[in-house]
């Protein structure tokens, strides 16, 4: 598969079109088609190494880490054994976990991890778009607060990508 990948820190220069295995889904995982992605500033800070404190996480001389990539829009095209909530040919929109991955063709996504269904109708151009507000929100409201239909639930400071999102 194709991918956008950098091996040292730097400018955009750093930057290269490469062939790379494509990943195959644990069990608990999908693997997703990419439709869509995003250039964020999170991938300019990763890219650049800058600031400093990144390559703690990338990697301290060069990334280990080397196809950045936030945010996606897709088709979940195949699945690991254990997952039944999704199934081939969902459209779906996510952040991958480790916060790179979606500069390519194909990601592996962990089932439980921030990722949703496309509302019915949405281009994966603008369900892209919904991810920084709504992967953050979606979690808190499903997961932790347990929130179920019917329920009431007051969102305070609702000016933002999470606040409207969990509007």
Known sequence: MKAVVFTRYGSPDVLNLADIPTPTPRDTELLVRIHTTTVSPVDCSFRA????????????????????????????????????????????????????GAHAQYICLPAAGALAKTPPGMPPEQAVSLCDGALTALPFLRDSARIRRGQRVLIVGASGAIGTSAV
Do not use: C, H, N, W
């Open 49 to 100: 190494g800058d600031p400093f404190i990144t390559r703690f996480y990338l990697g301290l001389r060069r990334p280990k880490k080397t196809v950045l990539g936030t945010a996606l829009a897709g088709e979940v095209v195949a699945l690991g054994k254990d997952v039944s909530q999704f199934q081939p040919g969902d459209q779906i929109f996510a952040a991958p976990a480790d916060g790179t």
